[in-house]
Each structure stands twice: as C-alpha cells, then as structure tokens.
C-alpha cells in the first residue's frame, strides 16, 4: 500500500539551527500537508499546498518557516532559526483530488528537539 | 470558526466489551468527517470517514461510527475491544467546499482496554 515517507525520524538540534524535515508524498497525490504535534497536545495545522504554492497557512506557521517541493516527489518544511518551543512531532500529509471526500494520509511523522 | 471537542480524555474498556470514543462538531455547513488512530511513536492511521449516506460507517479494524447530523455528533465504535485497540483516537472534520482544505482535529482521546 502506498504510503508517506518521512526523513528523519528524530533530529536534534540546536536552538538557533536551521533545519529540514524531508516528506515523499503518494506519488498520485496532489495537495501537501505539514502538520506538528507538540508532546501531550492536539495535533495542529501548520500549512497546506497545492500546485507549487501555498494555498492555506496557519498562525504558527510564521516567517521562520517555508515549505518547497523542490523536484517531482519530495516536499520539504524548513525551520529557519529553531526555537525551543519548536521541540514537536512533525507530520507530513498527502491527499489525492477526489470528489469523493478526499482522506489525507500521513507520514509516521519527524521528532524534533530543539536543546 | 470549526471546532471539534472529544469530551473524554481516557476510555478505559475491557477486552471484550464494547467501546464508544465521543466527538462532537461545531462546524458551518456539513462536513467530512474522520477518524484517525495513533499507536505509541507513531504517524495517523486513517481509520473511516463520513462522506454523505448511511450515517453508519465502518472501516478498519472492526471499527464504525455513528453519524448524528443533529447531535452534531461522530462516535467512534466498535463492538468487542482488543488489547490491541489501546491507542490514542483523533477526530477530525474537513470542510466540504474545500477539496482541498485542512483537517481540523479534537484533542484525542486515549483508548486504554485490559485485559
């Protein structure tokens, strides 16, 4: 079954540090999802998008973050300047056009701690 | 705004016996809505979804859900609990209009069965 895939699994990093969690969507999907999901809390929204561009974005998702699908598979979240309050569960989401009710899939998720 | 509240922090159900994990929606218009499960360290598992039809819906492992369009209400079921069924349990809406749109989750609620 197809699935989506994430890099890495776990990164460490240090406050200050710029980093990039790396996601391969369904290979027929068409809208892209990153959410995160802060240890104990509710797993929240971050940005969505769609044809090479950002077609809905979230309050937390500020100007220390940026997203690219940089060639035909991989979509990536890039964290400019990591704050400790950036320490989350990252989860990449892919969905297919569909007028059926799209189901968003997601990834096994990117633990990030910032130390 | 879209809202969705899972009331119960913890289910606690014994192997065997039937199980109910409660969501309940604020949301304009009529959504789709989702079920997700997340085992320990790891991504969401889709579990089902409501489009439009039978309010009763079943999906993987053995699990259904109820639609109740005036409750505002999406219960997640299953008849007879596995110890393997012991997971964290998201529900989520998703915009009709929207083909596209974000998932909008509850704050889970952790289904813990004895043996």
């Known amino acids: 079954e197809p699935e989506v895939t994430q890099t890495p699994s776990h990164q460490v990093t240090q406050m200050g540090q710029e980093v990039i969690l790396r996601c391969v969507p369904i290979s027929n999907h068409l809208y892209f999802y990153w959410y995160r999901q802060i240890l104990g809390q509710k797993v929240e929204f971050l940005v969505s998008f769609y044809n090479n561009e950002i077609s809905e974005k979230s309050e937390i998702f500020d100007d220390q973050f940026s997203v690219e699908r940089p060639d035909g598979s991989n979509f990536t979240l890039k964290i400019r300047s990591t704050k400790l309050e950036d320490s989350a569960m990252y989860f990449c989401?892919?969905?297919?056009?569909?007028?059926?009710?799209?189901?968003?899939?997601f990834g096994e998720g990117s633990w990030l701690t910032v130390v | 705004a879209q809202s969705v509240a899972q009331p119960e922090d913890q289910v606690n159900v014994a192997e065997g016996n039937p199980l109910t994990v409660k969501c309940t929606y604020s949301v304009s218009g009529n959504p789709y809505l989702f079920w997700y499960v997340q085992y320990p360290n790891r991504g969401l598992q889709f579990l089902l979804k409501y489009i439009t039809g039978d309010n009763l819906v079943k999906g993987s492992y053995g699990f259904e859900a109820e639609f109740n369009k005036s409750q505002t209400s999406f219960h997640l079921k299953k008849p007879s609990a596995l110890v393997s069924d012991s997971a964290l349990y998201f529900c989520a809406v998703r915009d009709r209009s929207n083909q596209g749109g974000k998932l909008i989750f509850g704050q889970g609620t952790e289904l813990s069965v004895k043996p």
């Open positions: 989401a892919s969905s297919v056009l569909s007028v059926s009710g799209n189901t968003i899939y």
